[in-house]
């Protein structure tokens, strides 16, 4: 990934948690930042869970036109467009 000391072997790790808090769904990248995750994220909870989701809420970072349109038919993802929204 770029740093601000040029490029360093680092990782992205994304973990998908229920209302519980409990993680259902987690995966690591070497993406920079979570713009592509979103749909990864809802993709690495198992079948048999991700039957029970109606809503997904993010933070900004991972809005993008793409993955709203992209998120599973039956369910709503809920996030903001921008950094704005949230406060």
């Not at 259902?24 to 070497?30: D, P, T």
């Not at 809420?57 to 929204?85: F, H, L, M, R, T």
Request: with cysteine.
């Amino acid at each position: 990934m770029k740093s601000k000391n040029g490029f360093e072997q680092c990782y992205n790790g994304q973990a998908v948690a229920n209302e519980d808090m409990i993680i259902v769904g987690q995966y690591c990248n070497n993406h920079a930042n979570d713009k592509r995750e979103f749909l990864p994220a809802i993709d690495s909870v198992p079948e048999a869970l991700k039957k029970g989701i109606k809503v997904v809420a993010a933070d900004w970072g991972y809005y993008s036109d793409d993955n709203i349109k992209g998120c599973p038919e039956g369910i709503k993802p809920i996030v903001p467009k921008s950094k704005a929204e949230t406060q």
